[in-house]
Nanobody
Framework: QVQLVESGGGLVQPGGSLRLSCAAS????????MGWYRQAPGKERELVAV???????NYVDSAKGRFTISRDNAKNTVNLQMNSLQPEDTAVYYC??????????WGQGTQVTVSS
């Protein structure tokens, strides 16, 4: 059974940084798409960043230049380095995985709060 476990959320001041990590288990995911979504209170879940099996990446416009997604296929992990965080980045962040067979999996979510 595929499981995604996130870590690294928390409270940070505006302008600060956080690094989110997600560990996948229950399979081999080197050919999968991995990424991060977020959902702020009262808003729809939105894609923040995605990384494909070959290493190419896409970001939501608000994350470009501030966030960096990376993956380690040997460890089945995906990370999101978030710099220059702003209050509007406050949300629950969810790890996401789409397997080569197009099955989707989600982590339980980790809270990121940006506040002074």
């Amino acid at each position: 059974q595929v499981q995604l476990v996130e870590s690294g959320g928390g409270l940070v001041q505006p302008g600060g940084s956080l690094r989110l990590s997600c560990a996948a288990s229950g399979g081999i995911f080197s050919r999968s798409v991995m990424g991060w979504y977020r959902q702020a209170p009262g808003k729809e879940r939105e894609l923040v960043a995605v990384i494909y099996s070959g290493g190419s990446t896409n970001y939501v416009d608000s994350a470009k230049g501030r966030f960096t997604i990376s993956r380690d296929n040997a460890k089945n992990t995906v990370n999101l380095q978030m710099n220059s965080l702003q209050p509007e980045d406050t949300a629950v962040y969810y790890c996401y995985l789409r397997t080569a067979a197009s099955f989707d999996y989600w982590g339980q979510g980790t809270q990121v709060t940006v506040s002074s």
